[in-house]
């Protein structure tokens, strides 16, 4: 089986070390935003049998680096997901995936406004990771758009921005809620959607400006939805990630 084919199959349910799917995994990425190691690992031992995929991202891997993938990893049979923003030249993004690859990220994230160029130079670097390529970031809005002086609105930047990562060798994408149809629209059924900004009803946006429910993004055409705080955050995010992930199993069967 492909890499991309068996993320894809991540998305209705994670797999274990031998590769067989468990279904009743959740297509959630937990964010693992943590002050430390030890919290990060707690938290990824809560919610690893009820989510397909663990979330490392920049803070926590400047901080602690290989180990921080590693403690999280373990033996769960997760997919590991190292959200890093790589945005410089071609020759530096190439230079920063092999960098990692002793890491073996199952994904690993490029901003798409690096350019095409540096795209390519990541998943020539990582053949065997899926390169995500991030849109627009979630915490923006059209305003921000114009003071950038990147052309908006944010749904037309995104949807332009995922057609050149694609056309450039992303197999994944990241945009928000408000996008996530326009894109899939724009780049067909191959290409893994990763949606950040997600906040159950009744959940503070925090400092997220394009949010949107589980059970919609999911219907959008989202395939890996990134949740945070409303897991970690919670008293017991093992109890948190499971509810949700019975949320979304009763829509699965409901649709």
């Known amino acids: 089986m492909s890499r991309n084919a068996r993320v894809a199959e991540t998305t209705l349910g994670s797999h274990t070390e031998d590769g067989d799917v468990v279904t009743d995994r959740a297509p959630i990425a937990v964010a693992l935003d943590a002050p430390d190691l030890d919290t990060a690992a707690r938290w ?19 901080r602690y680096g290989a180990e921080a993938v590693a403690s999280v990893r373990g033996g769960r049979g997760v997919d590991v997901f190292l959200d890093l923003k790589l945005h410089d030249i071609p020759a530096t993004v190439a230079g920063a995936a092999r960098a990692v690859a002793r890491v073996r990220p199952d994904l690993l994230t490029v901003h798409a406004t690096a350019g095409p160029a540096a795209i390519e130079a990541a998943a020539l670097a990582l053949p065997e990771t899926v390169i995500v390529a991030v849109t627009v970031l979630t915490s923006l809005t059209d305003s921000d758009l114009d003071q950038i002086g990147l052309a908006g609105p944010v749904r037309e930047a995104a949807v332009r921005l995922a057609a050149l990562a694609v056309r450039s060798g992303a197999r994944g994408l990241v945009c928000s809620p408000h996008e996530v149809a326009a894109v899939r629209d724009e780049v067909g059924p191959d290409i893994v959607l990763i949606t950040p900004g997600i906040r159950p009803t009744g959940q503070a946006r925090y400092d997220q400006a394009r949010v949107g429910t589980p059970e919609e993004t999911l219907r959008a055409g989202a395939d890996l939805l990134v949740i945070g705080r409303p ?3 919670a008293a017991d995010p093992g109890a948190a990630a499971a509810a949700l992930a019975m949320a979304l199993r009763r829509q699965a069967h409901a649709s």
Do not use: F, M, N, W
């Open 44 to 62: 990824a031992a809560l919610v690893s049998p009820h989510v397909s995929t663990l979330k490392v991202g920049l803070e926590l891997y400047l």
């Open 231 to 233: 897991i970690t955050g």
